[in-house]
């Protein structure tokens, strides 16, 4: 029975993670595609919201918190991004950049998308 609760934890971290890595590219590419605007703009929001409030993502939260479960060596005090990209390319990248960028980005991004509704 631990096989299968700790494949479970799996899949619902590998499930997390695809959701994650969809709002990235949501986050990143959104703005190319009118026909997806208000999720776009949802996922512009919640990742500035999560940003300020939480100074994290609460998907990355809950993906290692399900990694730890079947893998308690799994270490993670990193954001997302800068774990992924360590992984990737085995150089850091500082949390408190990360924060900022990703406000600057989400925050500009938000604003700029809102401004013509606002203004036409």
């Known amino acids: ?22 709002v990235v590219v949501t986050v ?23 940003n300020i409030t939480l100074r994290r993502c609460v998907l990355s939260d809950w993906e290692f918190s399900l990694r730890r479960r079947y893998d308690p060596t799994t270490s993670y005090d990193y954001s997302y991004s800068s774990f ?22 989400t925050g500009v991004s938000f604003v700029a998308n809102l401004v013509p509704l606002l203004i036409s």
């Open 1 to 22: 029975m631990h096989n299968v609760g700790a494949m479970l934890y799996r899949v619902g971290a590998e499930f997390l993670f695809l959701a994650l890595f969809s």
């Open 28 to 50: 990143l590419f959104g703005w190319l595609f009118p026909s997806i605007w208000p999720l776009y703009m949802v996922a512009l929001a919640g990742t500035f919201l999560s």
């Open 84 to 105: 992924y990209t360590y992984k990737l390319t085995k150089q850091r990248i500082s949390d408190g950049f990360l924060l900022k960028v990703g406000l600057v980005f």
